[in-house]
């Protein structure tokens, strides 16, 4: 059975910096396209990054482009979503989605719908 765990939310000062990490067990990491999905309270559910099974370049929406960073962890069969310069915009409730292949990034993140497996979330507040 695989098992989606997001970890790492809390509260951030405006300018400063997070990093969620979501841990996949139950299935190798490799087998699926990868994406962080957010629903900030009353807006619509938004892609934030997104990258497919090859792990390919990541997409980025222009919201989140040069803030937010992709990264993994293979041996934790982890994956992580730097966010620097965090904004009040950027509070939400964080998903890690997992994809069956094949996939392309940015269709995956401006779908929303589709995804295999996810998480409950990680909550990010924005003190600003």
């Known amino acids: 059975q695989v098992q989606v765990v997001e970890s790492g939310g809390g509260l951030v000062q405006a300018g400063g910096s997070l990093r969620l990490s979501c841990t996949v067990s139950?299935?190798?990491?490799?087998?699926?396209?990868i994406g962080w999905f957010r629903h900030p309270l009353g807006k619509e559910f938004e892609g934030v990054s997104c990258?497919?099974?090859?792990?390919?370049?990541?997409y980025y929406p222009d919201s989140v482009k040069g803030r937010f960073t992709f990264s993994r962890d293979n041996a934790k069969n982890t994956v992580y979503l730097q966010m620097n310069n965090v904004k009040a915009d950027d509070m939400a409730n964080y998903y890690c989605?997992?994809?069956?292949?094949?996939?392309?990034?940015?269709?995956?993140?401006?779908?929303?719908?589709?995804?295999?497996?996810w998480g409950r979330g990680t909550q990010v507040f924005v003190h600003s």
């Open positions: 989605t997992l994809w069956n292949p094949p996939m392309t990034a940015q269709v995956m993140c401006k779908s929303r719908v589709g995804f295999a497996y």
């Open positions: 139950g299935s190798p990491l490799s087998s699926y396209a």
């Open positions: 990258v497919d099974e090859s792990y390919g370049v990541p």
